[in-house]
């Protein structure tokens, strides 16, 4: 089974939420949400706008984007699949 890693990225710059008011450039350094509704709900809580949750596999091979509408329900997201 592989690996997820569920992180939040700013759309226009590709930086990455490390935590606090930190975005980092390597999504390796990236603060790693426990479940998708986790990442969905912190995004609400902070009122972050032009964000995208990024699925990312073991091996960063391939990733799934989905972007968050605030105030969107989880039926709102449309993930692009990019390799």
Known sequence: ???MRILVQQKD?????K???VWVRKSLEAADFVTSTAAIDFC????????QLVLKFEGEQ??????????GAP???RPRVSA
Request: overall charge neutral; hydrophobic content about 40%; aromatic content about 12%.
């Open 1 to 3: 089974m592989q690996r």
């Open 19 to 21: 935590g606090r008011d």
């Open 44 to 51: 609400a809580q902070q009122r972050l706008a032009d964000v």
């Open 62 to 71: 391939y990733e799934i984007v989905l972007p968050f509408q605030p105030g």
């Open 75 to 77: 039926s709102t997201l």
């Open 13 to 17: 710059s590709g930086l990455y939420f």
